[in-house]
């Protein structure tokens, strides 16, 4: 098993930052990739940004290319999303994913992102 953590969402006003992070414990020696989606109401849960444990290979959704940088900390097993040029629409909750090497997904409790226009 392993546990998620995410901490760092809030309120903050359009053009803004936010860091979020997501630590894990537990069989962390297991994970492969980490990643954030975030959700919305009524709407699928949606990807947003990957990174792989070992080569540290990202990737995002088009919509945060250029603006969110997703990064890794192993000696903390923490991931990072640094979020710039925030827009309303990305307000969401954001939840942190942990891929394992026999495939299974670990979630963390989610974190509120508000952008204010």
């Known amino acids: 098993q392993v546990q998620l953590v995410e901490s760092g969402g809030g309120l903050v006003q359009a053009g803004g930052s936010l860091r979020l992070s997501c630590a894990a414990s537990?069989?962390?020696?297991?994970?492969?990739?980490m990643g954030w989606f975030r959700q919305t109401p009524g709407k699928e849960r949606e990807f947003v940004a990957q990174i792989s444990w070992s080569g540290g290979s990202t990737y995002y959704a088009d919509s945060v290319k250029g603006r969110f940088t997703i990064s890794r900390d192993n000696a903390k097993n923490t991931v990072y999303l640094q979020m710039n040029s925030l827009k309303p629409e990305d307000t969401a909750v954001y939840y942190c994913?942990?891929?394992?090497?026999?495939?299974?997904?670990?979630w963390g409790q989610g974190t509120q992102v508000t952008v204010s226009s």
């Open positions: 994913r942990a891929r394992s090497d026999r495939g299974n997904d670990y």
């Open positions: 537990g069989r962390t020696f297991s994970i492969t990739a």
